[in-house]
């Protein structure tokens, strides 16, 4: 795999934010959270066709880019900002890492359809308790039952990425959704600017993508979290830029809120944090791929996982608080930002299930 420049990451970055700014602006994204498909496929194919957001991590034997992780935590950055109604995060970035972490002679066709943008993916690895997917090998191939809830974009999706354990061994398999053994349930979350889902498998038809994935799941797992951060790390920074912006604006007194004391020290809190977010997600996305040290990628994920889980959300009540009354309106966008934020809080593990790994992989724990 290839990485860039710092400077070419930053051109990247203004060439990012610049589509997004046309393509999802408040009234866009409030749009797309009322619409059942909840992405603009126009939209989609000129962020795989213009910008090349669909090939960023498949490797150039596939018809990709093959640039890194480094790379799609810029892209990251940027969706969070905007509230993208699109499935980067789901297929461009989760799904085709976890790809990206099995078997490559048999995940190529697969990677080459989501290069092109033809082909959109999910990792469905949440399983339900008391229907735990279980495989089956039949005449005819695999077949998957059982159930997967918090799935991304299922209703979209051509494809399931479903890890299961069968004959003593995690496999991953690849479940088209266009069948009747394949049954979507809209969950309702918090986030209403993406929609997750249960979905259960009645003997669906399944293809076998990596016969041996324990390691890579962990390996996608790890990778998705530091992408995680990622996205809370572009809707912080744009949280607080929302607050600086209303601070200065809006007056008390003859004076604008921005210059009290107490404003000023909230705000500083807020920056504080912010940047320490993007220190850390820079140094962990570099560790964010399957081939990084296994023990050290997990230690970084928790480490930056665990501290952007608990920093996003201060900035972003951060927000509401300066705005006053007005941050608890259905109109402003606060509330948008919060819900995408405390979702992501959630995704990969919270900051609690972190530190305890953490504690657990340093021997921090009490015997």
């Known amino acids: 795999m290839q990485t860039t420049t710092s400077d070419e990451r930053e051109e990247f970055r203004r060439a990012v934010r610049g589509f997004l700014a046309q393509a999802s602006p408040e009234d866009e994204v409030r749009r797309l959270m009322a619409d059942p498909v909840g992405y603009d496929r126009g939209t989609w194919q000129r962020l795989t066709g213009e910008l090349g957001l669909s090939a960023l991590l498949v490797p150039e034997s596939a018809g990709g880019q093959g640039l890194t992780p480094v790379e799609m935590a810029v892209v990251l950055e940027e969706t969070g900002r905007s509230l993208l109604c699109a499935p980067v995060f789901s297929s461009a970035a989760v799904a085709t890492l976890a790809l990206r972490c099995a078997d490559r002679s048999l995940t190529g066709p697969v990677l080459s359809g989501l290069a092109a943008g033809s082909t959109l993916a999910t990792l469905a690895s949440d399983q339900v308790p008391g229907r735990a997917v279980t495989a089956a090998e039949a005449p005819g191939g695999w077949r998957l039952s059982g159930a997967v809830t918090h799935v991304l974009d299922a209703h979209i999706a051509d494809l399931l990425l ?27 979350v918090l986030d209403l600017t993406r929609k997750q889902f249960r979905v259960d498998l009645s003997a669906a ?22 992408l995680a951060s990622a996205e809370l790390l572009g809707a912080a920074g744009r949280c607080l830029e929302l607050a600086v912006a209303y601070a200065l604006e809006r007056e008390q007194f003859g004076r604008p809120i921005g210059t009290f004391q107490a404003v000023k020290h909230l705000l500083a809190d807020c920056l504080s944090a912010v940047e320490q977010m993007r220190a850390a997600v820079g140094a962990a996305a570099e560790f964010a791929g ?14 930056v996982k665990s501290y952007c889980s608990e920093a996003a959300p201060r900035v972003a009540e951060t927000l509401i608080q300066v705005l006053g009354g007005i941050g608890f309106t259905w109109e402003h966008p606060a509330h948008l930002y919060l819900r995408r934020i405390k979702s992501l809080e959630m995704m990969y593990g919270n900051a609690a299930r972190h530190r305890a790994r953490l504690a657990r992989t340093l021997e921090l724990e009490p015997a």
């Open 162 to 188: 479903v890890p299961v354990t069968a004959d003593g061994r995690l496999r991953l398999f690849a479940v088209g959704t266009g069948t009747e053994a394949v049954e979507v349930h809209r969950l309702s």
């Open 290 to 303: 399957p081939e990084s040290d296994p023990a050290e990628r997990a230690e970084i994920a928790s480490v």
């Open 205 to 226: 038809p399944a293809q076998l993508l990596d016969d041996d994935f324990g390691a890579g799941l962990e390996a996608a797992l790890d990778g998705a979290a530091i």
